[in-house]
């Protein structure tokens, strides 16, 4: 991992496209903006761990066919009486 120290209104370039500059410093808390090519996805980390662990949690979950079938048979009946 590179570690760059920088100030308010300091900034740093990624591949000539990128740049990220420190905006506002409070405390423990940074702000920061990014200038980027509108097809550069960025995202918060924690947005994307939280996406993962619930996409682990879909797939580890064990769904009964059975009573998911039952349960659209149902769902026909009664839209059918509508």
Request: net charge positive; aromatic share 0%; hydrophobic share 40%.
């Amino acid at each position: 991992m590179l570690v760059l120290s920088r100030r308010k209104g300091e900034s740093i370039v990624i591949q000539e496209h990128i740049e990220v500059t420190v905006l506002e410093v409070d405390g423990d808390t940074i702000k920061i903006g990014i200038s980027a090519p509108r097809d550069i996805e960025i995202l918060r980390k924690e947005l994307i761990t939280s996406v993962k662990d619930m996409n682990r949690e879909s797939v580890s979950q064990h769904t009964d066919m059975a009573s998911l079938a039952e349960k659209i048979k149902k769902m026909k009946k009664s839209s059918q009486k509508l």
